[in-house]
């Protein structure tokens, strides 16, 4: 039984860059989240002549409270105040192949991946590499006995409460799902993980966000569920679920925000897993997803997901 499910997953993750479940959608089961008004882009986003939004990776908020776009464009990052007025781009056309998570420090500083690259960076906030983990181009394992310094699909970066940070990796085509950690040097840790749907395993490792007490939550995607773990990478529980959980974020009102990618919700989370409620459906409407890639939430409840189908940012604002 072991060995076909693990056939299963391997055929799951190998068409899992961007191609929704060959299934129907589903969502998850629970009460209308209230409270929030989805915004259409244009209204939401004053995008000057010659700016457009294409696939949007990932979304993350800076010191200033100004949201920081990362997209699969020429010009990787773009930039908008609190009231969604264009403020820069940046970045430069051969930083990225695939780009596709985004995390900002205290410092501003951008921690990004590139999936079909292969690499994690550390930018600083103009987009300039202060630190790279992995080889551009190379796909391969992380072992440090053989010499094989390789990433292999990284997703997505999280920093603990010591400055070490966590890399999510495994987003299908063979590559293992795991997670590496880091300090704040790059020196390499150790890791855990691997592909299968028992406590440790992934299908894939999709997201991955670090509470104040360090606790770890991995986005297992296609198995459907949060996997948490301390920072030596044990297992301490699981939340599970009936339906694709694809980002994660931790706000500092004390509940978890999570996107179910392609089957098209925004939840709110209690810190036990439990849902408090959700919005959204598939779609191309506004307030709906082609897939809700990534997501932020800034300090006015405003929430903000990627959609790297639609090719757009969806606000919700909190009214």
């Known amino acids: 039984m072991k060995n076909i499910l693990l056939l299963l997953l391997l055929c799951i993750a190998s068409q899992s860059f961007s191609q929704p479940p060959d299934r129907p959608f589903r969502p998850l089961n629970a009460y209308t989240l209230e409270g929030y008004r989805p915004i259409d882009v244009s ?14 990776a990932s979304v993350a908020i800076n010191s200033a409270g100004h949201l920081i776009v990362l997209q699969r464009s020429p010009v990787p990052f773009l930039e908008f105040d609190a009231e969604g007025t264009f403020i820069r781009s940046f970045g430069t056309a051969d930083l ?55 990433l292999a699909e990284p997703n997505d970066i999280a920093l603990d409460s010591y400055g070490n940070f966590y890399i999510a990796q495994g987003h299908g085509n063979g590559a293992v799902p795991e997670i590496l950690k880091f300090n704040s040097s790059g020196e390499f ?49 699981q939340w599970n679920y009936n339906t ?39 779609g191309s409407g506004n ?31 909190k009214e």
């Open 43 to 56: 209204e939401a986003f004053d995008l000057p002549a010659g700016v457009e939004f294409t696939s949007v």
């Open 96 to 150: 990225f192949n695939r780009s596709h998570g985004l995390r900002i420090d205290e410092q501003d500083n951008l921690w990004v991946t590139d999936v079909s690259d292969h690499i994690a960076m550390k930018l600083n906030p103009d987009g300039e590499i202060l630190m790279s983990i992995g080889s551009r181009g190379e796909s391969g394992t992380w072992d440090v006995t053989s010499g094989s310094l390789l």
């Open 189 to 237: 840790i150790m890791k855990w993980g691997a592909l299968g749907n028992d406590q440790g395993e992934f299908a894939v490792a999709h997201s991955i966000v670090i509470d104040s007490d360090n606790t770890i939550y991995v986005a297992d995607r296609e198995n459907t569920r949060i996997q948490t773990f301390d920072t030596n990478g044990n297992y301490i529980d």
């Open 244 to 282: 694709l959980i694809c980002a994660l974020y931790l706000h500092d009102d004390g509940f978890m925000y999570i996107t179910t990618g392609f089957d098209g919700e925004l939840a709110k989370l209690e810190m036990d897993g439990s849902i408090i409620g959700s919005i959204g459906k598939s």
């Open 287 to 317: 307030g709906e997803f082609g897939e809700g890639h990534s997501l932020v939430v800034d300090d006015e409840g405003n929430i903000f997901i990627s959609d790297v189908i639609n090719r757009r940012v969806q606000k919700f604002e």
